[in-house]
């Protein structure tokens, strides 16, 4: 158990909790690769390490060691994308801003190279992969998760923006409209009608528009960004309810979701 304990103590006194299998070959380079291979899937075995993914680790604290043990699910992403650009988003991101007011079943890693598989499972946790072009890259933020650790994650005005481009990702307008009515007093303007053009989405400006008047947030914008986003589309209210509902025109959009209860959930 030497070595084992030896591989412990190396990394928790460089403060780095994961590591890779290519980090314990290049600290211990004394000792045959495969043996140090086969240390590490015993540490796994008897409940020391995670593996978090293939060739990558996570040192399982003594007080934690339970065989279901898996860290703050941001700190996995993040180690899951050591040296790839990438940012928490969407219900994630809902999560860091403190917005949601259901648990998340699923971490939501966006990144700009494609990752295959999309989902993989770590201790029974979901974390899904989601593919943005470079170009929407922007409005992220370093940002803190605990008194301790900080993350890549989309600031408040760019998840509103990533979310109504694709509502299912973070649970549905309900969700959403309830982040944006928490927050109404909190966005800045200026910068979500900039990162509504950065992102060419139009669908989701109207969305946005829509959602506000709804919930009587008025603003001087709110009618030239409707106006400059319409469409001769008219494109789900959201993505995460079926493809029904009425048409309609001022806003360009099928509202196949029930106003009331958008509105009823901002009190409950």
Not at 49 to 67: A, K, M, Q
Not at 119 to 137: A, C, M, S, T
Request: aromatic share 10%.
């Amino acid at each position: 158990m030497k070595l084992e304990w030896d591989i412990i103590k190396r990394f928790s006194q460089n403060d780095t909790p994961c590591f890779s299998t290519g980090d314990v070959k290049e600290e211990f380079n004394t000792i045959s690769p495969s043996h140090l291979t086969n240390t590490l899937m015993r540490m796994v075995n008897s409940n020391m390490l995670i593996r978090l993914n293939r060739g990558l680790y996570y040192i399982v604290p003594l007080e934690h060691n339970s065989p279901k043990f898996i860290p703050n699910w941001h700190l996995v992403a993040k180690y899951l994308m050591r040296n790839k650009n990438y940012y928490i988003g969407y219900y994630s991101a809902l999560q860091i801003h403190k917005l949601i007011t259901q648990p998340s079943l699923t971490e939501i890693i966006v990144t700009d190279v494609q990752i295959k598989p999309s989902n993989i499972e770590i201790q029974g946790v979901r974390f899904q992969f989601i593919h943005h072009k470079k170009d929407r890259f922007f409005g992220v933020k370093n940002t803190w998760i605990d008194d301790y650790d900080k993350v890549q994650c989309s600031d408040l005005e760019k998840t509103l923006v990533d979310s109504f481009i694709n509502p299912h990702y973070s649970n549905g307008m309900v969700e959403i409209a309830k982040a944006v009515y928490e927050t109404r007093n909190k966005i800045n303007q200026g910068k979500i009608v900039d990162y509504f053009t950065r992102s060419g989405n139009k669908v989701a400006a109207r969305r946005y528009v829509f959602i506000c008047d709804v919930l009587e947030i008025s603003s001087s914008i709110h009618e030239s960004l409707l106006q400059n986003n319409l469409t001769g589309s008219f494109l789900r209210l959201d993505t995460s309810a079926p493809d029904e509902g009425r048409i309609n025109t001022r806003y360009g959009l099928k509202i196949n979701r029930d106003v009331n209860t958008i509105k009823e959930a901002m009190f409950t």
